[in-house]
């Protein structure tokens, strides 16, 4: 038998045993050497926090969750949080501070489960500096209250990276804080229902019909009724005169107007009707108005608080870099960095401003900011852009434009946000109904004007109550509250209710390769040239282990590292490659040339060398995620399909296959030509979806009409969008648009229903014969049953997608 | 007829304290994070001193 065909079959066997997950991080173990107390590890780093969490006896956290961890196979460098020694940024960051104690809240991304939080709530049995420290899950964030006698807010910092979370300090740190979240939403409602409740009590012996001897009691209940219904109609109310005062400003006629008319005109109609003795008014319709409005604007308002759907650059910057000066690191906060100042940029990290070369090998990867997936080489001398992170040694730049000046910053700033994205087929819905309200009050009018004018006044304002679009509102904001929570547990998370719309009405999709379509943790990998032998293979995966460049990595799970081989003189050169002994023979793992990644028509190459003699390389292409083929597929029969990328053509016939004849592919597009791409479908009359991440779409999200960010960890860091989706979700889109079009309809269907309750209400106020009863029974059954129905139909819609209800 | 009048005022004040409770939870920020304070009370009361 050949050797290689041996070897094969060696491998096969190989991958038939089920792997070793990490205790930690629960990733696969590549090497089986990593031990401690009879677990098995991934990495040192992994085995390392494990070491220090089982010290201090909070093993629980293994206890709670199944491998909680998050792996630490890229290490934070050392002095990365020198930066918080310096007390000018130390007091940007902190809350609070006395004579002892500091407070400071930390973002951590990494947090993801109760394991997490059972860790975070202890730090003090860590660190005995620490007093407490509290977590708040939705936002992500850790309060801790620290001696700072005894310890510094670098050291905090460092602590919570020694156990895997990292805090996040980013440039937006700087600016004002976060606005808390407006409860007064909420204040607003718990108010309306107590008083709508109240109400309904109190009217009931009205409508009952209490003895006329009672009369002194039956004055009673209505002055109550009167004083109850203040609160509703002076705050409660509020957001619908605000919102259709504005619209009024703009001279248009949006939804909240009939209502704030509807609420007014009852409130009158009610108090005269009480100050004069002739009525008990209908302060239980106006209440249950508000009430039920305010209960579906808080369903359609619900934000997903962990995400941020506004972020800018300064998401992503961190907070200071390191200026030299007289070869002396000083740590500086980003804003006051200046034109001739020369940074200190490590080893992945970002470069903030525009700049030039001095020091170091650059080897910077744009695919952040262009999509490019190879990181590409600068020597001394040549311009480095903002967005760019170094994957090699230390460089030092010389900052030729400021940091808000840099063309990344431009790509933001430049764009004008089209706020009005026209108006919503709700509003545009509800001026023909206040129009047709207008007209019918006025017909009435006339018709009592003529035979019996003492009704025009119940009539007319009865017209008004009855006819209010509460229940198109209603039905509205329901169901995108509901179609949005629907989305949401299937991991699309929108930014508002509108967006429902707007995804309905898209005629163009536009995608973005990299990171969107296909998967940048993966490659796809062919190994070409001299067959090698089973140990030669363990050989090349062992050296391959030892690095943590993804590349490989991937190496080594492919060929397997057995235990028990020993990499002596291990080196590795970011950006080079990587060699050491094992049993004495020479191997690397990287290119003849100094050029790791040689870029070639096929795409990123790995050589391998053997006794520094070159056996074979690696191939590497794109792995697009298993579902692109059927999602591409799907989408291409009902919309044209656009691929955009800032990567080279080499993908351009697979592409084709999977977008279809008709689709248009581009590639090499920077930025700036993907929002002018964008812009030209606009012209041409299209409404455009586009869906990308990373910062080099940014500027193409903001300008589609709908743009959507695709995002592994969805609580991690996506460019500002319309929405965001989940990566691996992303396969759903079809049925996700399927749903919001279908969204519209329920919409439409319960417009007629409550289209028919209107008339019904019609029918008894032109008469002038709107009882109070009547309303009270016509307002809440009508809503009723639109809420139901709106439930009912979305959910059978979602059902008959198989998405997750 | 004045019992009446009693149990309007009982009723509504009782009701008006669940208003009020209502909006102090709101206020102390209850509604804001829904996954801690569920997952906190499972935690064992270990004490510090329990390490060796």
Excluded at chain 1, 534 to 544: C, G, N, R, T
Excluded at chain 1, 555 to 566: D, L, Q
Aim: net charge neutral.
């Amino acid at each position: 038998m050949p050797g290689y065909l041996y070897a094969r079959m060696a491998a096969m066997d190989q991958s038939v045993i089920s792997p070793v997950l990490c205790s930690h991080c629960g990733e696969e173990c590549i090497t089986s050497g990593i031990q401690s107390d009879g677990k098995s590890f991934c990495c040192e780093g992994c085995k390392l926090v494990y070491g220090i969490i089982n010290q201090s006896g909070l093993c629980t956290y293994y206890d709670l969750n199944k491998m909680p961890g998050i792996t630490q196979r890229v290490k934070v460098r050392k002095d990365k949080f020198a930066f918080l020694g310096d007390e000018s940024i130390a007091a940007r960051l902190i809350s609070f501070r006395d004579e002892n104690q500091t407070h400071v809240i930390f973002y951590l991304p990494q947090m993801h489960c109760s394991s997490c939080l059972y860790l975070l709530e202890n730090l003090r049995r860590l660190n005995e500096s620490v007093l407490s420290s509290s977590v708040n899950f939705t936002r992500k964030e850790v309060t801790v209250i620290f001696l700072h006698n005894e310890a510094t807010l670098r050291k905090i910092a460092e602590l919570l990276t020694a156990i895997g979370y990292e805090p996040y300090i980013s440039l937006n740190d700087l600016s004002e804080k976060r606005p808390s979240l407006d409860k007064s939403l909420l204040y607003q409602l718990g108010i309306a229902g107590f008083c709508f409740g109240n109400i309904m009590m109190l009217s009931f012996p009205e409508y009952l019909g209490v003895d006329t001897s009672d009369e002194g009691l039956r004055s009673i209940f209505r002055w109550a009724n009167l004083l109850l219904s203040l609160p509703v109609f002076f705050y409660s109310a509020l957001p619908f005169y605000r919102s259709s005062w504005k619209s009024l400003k703009h001279r248009f006629l949006n939804i909240d107007a009939p209502i704030a008319l509807a609420i007014i005109i009852t409130f009158v109609r009610s108090v005269t009707e009480v100050l004069s003795g002739t009525g008990g008014g209908y302060f239980d319709s106006m209440s249950g108005i508000v009430f039920f409005m305010l209960v579906g604007r808080v369903l359609q308002d619900k934000t997903y608080r962990q995400l941020s759907f506004e972020r800018d650059y300064r998401s992503y910057f961190p907070i200071a870099v390191s200026v030299v000066k007289e070869e002396k690191e000083t740590p500086t906060l980003l804003p006051e960095v200046k034109v001739n100042d020369t940074l200190l940029i490590h080893h992945e990290e970002l470069i903030p401003a525009d700049g030039i070369l001095t020091r170091g090998k650059a080897f910077i990867d744009y695919s952040f900011v262009t999509g490019e997936s190879l990181p590409v080489r600068r020597d001394i001398g040549e311009m480095v852009y903002a967005g760019g992170k170094q994957t090699g040694g230390n460089i030092e730049v010389l900052v030729v434009k400021e940091v808000t000046q840099s063309y990344l910053t431009g790509l933001w700033n430049r764009n004008d946000r089209h706020e009005e994205k026209g108006q919503s087929f709700v509003h545009r819905v509800s001026k023909y109904f206040t129009i047709a309200v207008f007209a019918i009050a006025l017909v009435t009018a006339v018709y009592w004007q003529m035979h019996d004018p003492a009704k025009i006044w119940p009539a007319v304002t009865a017209i008004f109550i009855i006819a209010c679009p509460c229940a198109l509102l209603l039905s509205n904001s329901f169901t995108n509250g509901h179609i949005l929570r629907i989305l949401g547990l299937n991991r699309f998370y929108l930014r508002k209710a509108g967006i429902i719309e707007d995804i309905s009405r898209v005629t163009h999709l536009v995608f973005d390769k990299t990171g969107t379509l296909t998967d940048p943790e993966k490659q796809n990998m062919t190994y070409e040239g001299m067959p090698l032998s089973d140990v030669q293979q363990s050989q090349v995966a062992a050296l391959a282990s030892c690095s943590n460049h993804p590349l490989s990595r991937a190496i080594a799970k492919y060929w397997g590292v057995p235990g028990g081989i020993a990499v002596q003189d291990f080196k590795e050169k970011p950006g080079e490659g990587t060699e050491g002994y094992i049993n004495d023979i020479h191997v690397s793992i990287g290119a003849q040339t100094s050029d790791f990644h040689l870029s070639q028509k096929t795409g990123t190459v790995v050589y391998i060398s053997i006794q520094r003699e070159t056996v074979g390389c690696f191939r590497f292409s794109n792995y697009y995620r298993p579902f692109v083929p059927a999602l591409l597929k799907t989408l291409r029969k009902y919309y044209p399909l656009s691929v955009i990328s800032g990567d080279n053509a080499s993908e351009a016939e697979n592409l084709r296959q999977l977008a279809g004849k008709k689709s248009v592919l581009l590639f090499n597009q920077q930025p700036d030509q993907k929002l002018d791409y964008i812009k030209q479908l606009q012209q041409k009359g299209e409404r455009v979806m586009m869906i990308g991440d990373g910062l080099n779409d940014a500027g193409a999200l903001q300008q589609s009409d709908t743009g959507i960010a695709v995002s592994g960890q969805v609580n991690n860091f996506t460019p500002a969008s319309d929405g965001i989706i989940g990566a691996e979700n992303l396969g759903f889109l079809g049925r996700f648009i399927r749903l919001c079009r279908i969204n519209r309809k329920i919409v439409i269907g319960s417009f007629v229903i409550s289209i028919i309750y209107n008339i019904i209400g019609l029918y008894f106020a032109v008469q002038g014969t709107l009882s109070p009863l009547i309303a009270a029974i016509l307002m809440p059954s009508s809503s009723l049953s639109i809420v139901l129905l709106t439930f009912g139909a979305s959910n059978i819609a979602a059902a008959g997608m198989k998405l997750k209800r | 007829m004045s019992v009446m009048i009693i149990l309007l005022i009982a009723s509504i004040s009782v009701a008006g304290l669940f208003l009020i409770a209502f909006l102090w939870s709101v206020k102390s920020g209850q509604f804001e994070d829904d996954y801690s304070p569920s997952s906190r009370i499972l935690f064992d009361n270990e004490t510090p001193s329990k390490k060796q």
